[in-house]
C-alpha cells in the first residue's frame, strides 16, 4: 500500500516512518510536493502544523484517483477541505483525545506565563535584577473557555485546581444538556461580548472553519476587559492579527499567550514577539511524550483498520 505523511515537523516524520516500518512512508514537506505524487497514493496521512487551512484542496482531490484514507495526525482537519473529500468518496479521519491533555496543560503554563510575567521576570533574572513587577493570581478570576470539547473540558477542571471561575462559549449552548462539570455558565457564540467582558482570562480552544475565523476580531477584543489575558490553542487564523496588534497597542488588553501563529513556523522576527506581555510557544502543546505515542499508535491503528477492511474510526466527513 503506497502511504504518504504531508508533515514538516522531523520529530513526528521519524515516529510515524519507525512505527510504520517496514512499510515505507513517503514524505511530503510541502503542497508542491504533494500535488506531484498524490495520484499514486492509497493512505495520505496529514499532518496541520505548518499548514494553511485547506492545503489538500479540490485541486489535490482531484488527482486523488487512488486515494482511501486522508488520517490527521491529531484532533484537527483544518488543512483537508473534507467536504471535497466527501464529494470524492475519500473518507478523512482524525486522532482526537490523544494530545488533549498535552494541549490543556500547556494552555495552563501560557495561563501561568501570562499572570505571573514570565518573560518579565526572566529579563530581571539575565539582568541579575530583584523583581520590580507586580503580577496577577489564577485564583479567583474567570476563565472563559471558547470551544468546550475534549481540551476545554479538562481545562475546566484544571482552572478549578487553582481556584478559578469558569465561563464557556459554544456554538450550541445546549449541547451536553447545557451543563459541563467544572463549567458555571454556558453562552451560544451569540453571546460571546457578553462572556468576553466577564473574564479575566479568554482562552480559544476550537476548531478553525468559516464560522471561527477571526472569531475574535475588534469587537470582540473591545468587549474584553482592559487587563485580560488572551490565550490561542487554535489557529492563527481565529483571530484578526491587525486588531490584536491595535489592542496591545492601546494597552486594551493585559497580554497575549499563545501556543500558534498565523504563519509557521514563526517569524523570529516578528515585531508581536518583542512586547513582553506576548508569552508564546512554538506550536508545542501536543509535543508530550505521552500526547505522541498516542498519536502515532491510533494513526497506525486506523490505517490498518483500511487494511484489513475493518471500519475506520473517527471520520470526520461520512
Not at 11 to 20: P, T, V
Amino acid at each position: 500500500m503506497k502511504i504518504g505523511f504531508l508533515s514538516v515537523i522531523d520529530l513526528e516524520i521519524a515516529q510515524i516512518k519507525s512505527r510504520f516500518a517496514p512499510e515505507r512512508v513517503q514524505i511530503f514537506k510541502s503542497k508542491e510536493a504533494l500535488d506531484e505524487a498524490i495520484g499514486d497514493l492509497e493512505v495520505l496521512i496529514a499532518m496541520n502544523q505548518g499548514f494553511h487551512r485547506f492545503t489538500v484542496d479540490a485541486d489535490n482531490l482531484a488527482k486523488a484517483k487512488k486515494l482511501r484514507l486522508i488520517q490527521h495526525y491529531g484532533a484537527a482537519a483544518d488543512i483537508t477541505d473534507i467536504e471535497t473529500a466527501a464529494a470524492h468518496g475519500i473518507p478523512v479521519a482524525t486522532a482526537p483525545a490523544q494530545n488533549s491533555r498535552s494541549v490543556a496543560e500547556t494552555a495552563m503554563y501560557l495561563l501561568l506565563g501570562c499572570a505571573k510575567k514570565a518573560r518579565t521576570a526572566q529579563r530581571f533574572v539575565d539582568q541579575g535584577k530583584m523583581a520590580e513587577m507586580i503580577c496577577g493570581e489564577l485564583g479567583g478570576k474567570t476563565m472563559c473557555l471558547i470551544g468546550l470539547g475534549t481540551i476545554g473540558k479538562m481545562m475546566a477542571t484544571m482552572a478549578g485546581g487553582f481556584g478559578m471561575r469558569v465561563i464557556g462559549v459554544r456554538r450550541d449552548a445546549s449541547k451536553d444538556g447545557g451543563k459541563i462539570d467544572g463549567v458555571e455558565r454556558i453562552y451560544a457564540t451569540a453571546d460571546l461580548h457578553e462572556a468576553l467582558g466577564l473574564s479575566d482570562f479568554v482562552v480559544l480552544v476550537l476548531p478553525l472553519n468559516a464560522e471561527t475565523t477571526n472569531i475574535i476580531d475588534a469587537g470582540a477584543l473591545a468587549a474584553m476587559k482592559d487587563d485580560a489575558y488572551l490565550i490561542n490553542m487554535s489557529r492563527g487564523g481565529n483571530i484578526d492579527r491587525p486588531a490584536l496588534e491595535t489592542a496591545l497597542a492601546e494597552n486594551r488588553i493585559g497580554g497575549f499567550g499563545t501556543d500558534v501563529f498565523w504563519q509557521e513556523p514563526n517569524d523570529p522576527d516578528d515585531p508581536l514577539l518583542r512586547d513582553e506581555r506576548v508569552f508564546a510557544t512554538p506550536h508545542s502543546g501536543g509535543k508530550s511524550v505521552e500526547a505522541i505515542r498516542g498519536c502515532v499508535n491510533e494513526v497506525h491503528a486506523n490505517v490498518m483498520r483500511l487494511i484489513k477492511g475493518e471500519p475506520l474510526h473517527n471520520v470526520a466527513n461520512m
